[in-house]
């Protein structure tokens, strides 16, 4: 069996290099390697059949998969130069590829996103967004592909050491998110004096080092960068909820959201997706 497949790893291996260099040593063209080309032609055929029936779904602007975002959310997507990177631009361009698509970002406000996404402006929301009943009223989501919850910043030396102390508080959000959403609803007992919105984290953070906010509830990893981002402020270890991402796909479109679960599966299975995950989030800081 062992020799069989290495057998057959010689013969693939001459096959794939017949079109380059020919095998064998020889570089006149037999009959057997003029059949090979005919095979790596056909082969290369099948390919663009298969990228063709891939990109059968329809999208916004043909050949394109247009994702919306915020990129103010390290390590999901945030700006590097005039860039968009992170966990979601990775992904995106993954998806797309699958889908014989190109990935183009369109960054705007959070709370821009899902009515980006119902009025065709983009194809996806793909922002660090969490599943919940409301966006469901107005999106379909795909499966979810990270787990994550809302976390507290505080500074350095705060009085407040866990959920229970941010009663009373001036506490900054994230404007239109599950922070917002949780500490906002009054029956999550948050109990603060005041909620301040921001339009991202970043912003929140500013204000939160110049005093003027006691607290920012905001996501876990998230959280964590603009801490490492910052000096004076802490991350306490306590989550106040949990939650999944997942992509957000506008509800007549359903061959776009089973495609996009079909690459997802696909870059579950071959590790690809957690690889992703590995190279923004498990690092030391
Ligand atoms: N996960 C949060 C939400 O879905 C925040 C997302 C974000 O700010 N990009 O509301």
Do not use: H
């Amino acid at each position: 069996m062992k020799r069989f497949k290495t057998l057959t790893a010689v013969v693939l291996s001459c096959f794939f290099a017949v079109s380059a260099a020919g095998c064998g040593g020889s570089s006149s063209e037999t009959e057997g390697e003029a059949a090979e080309e005919e095979a790596v032609e056909d082969a290369a055929e099948e390919t663009e059949t298969d990228e063709a029936e891939a990109s059968a779904v329809t999208t916004v602007q043909d050949g394109l998969l247009i994702w919306g975002t915020n990129a103010a959310f390290e390590p999901y997507e945030y700006m590097e130069g005039d860039v968009v990177v992170g966990i979601d631009a990775e992904i995106a361009d993954a998806i797309a590829e699958k889908l014989g698509l190109t990935a183009q970002v369109e960054n705007m406000d959070f709370d821009a996103v899902i009515p980006s996404v119902t009025t065709g402006k983009v194809d996806i929301g793909l922002a660090g967004m969490t599943v919940n009943e409301e966006r469901l009223n107005n999106v379909n989501f795909s499966d979810p592909y990270v787990e994550a919850g809302q976390a507290i910043i505080v500074p350095e030396g705060s009085d407040i050491t866990s959920a229970a102390d941010l009663e009373g508080k001036i506490v900054g959000v994230q404007r239109g998110t599950t922070g917002d959403e949780y500490v906002s609803t009054e029956e999550n007992g948050i109990g603060a004096a005041s909620v301040e919105r921001f339009s991202n984290g970043p912003d929140a953070a500013q204000s939160l080092l110049t005093g003027k906010i006691d607290a920012i509830v905001l996501d876990n990893e998230p959280s964590k960068k603009i801490v490492a981002n910052s000096t004076g402020l802490v991350v306490l270890d306590e989550l106040l909820t949990s939650e999944e991402y997942a992509i957000a796909v506008a509800k007549e479109n359903t061959a776009l959201l089973d495609a996009i679960n079909e690459a997802l599966d696909e870059l579950e299975e071959s590790g690809e997706l957690q690889e992703i995950l590995d190279k923004y989030l498990n690092i030391e800081e």
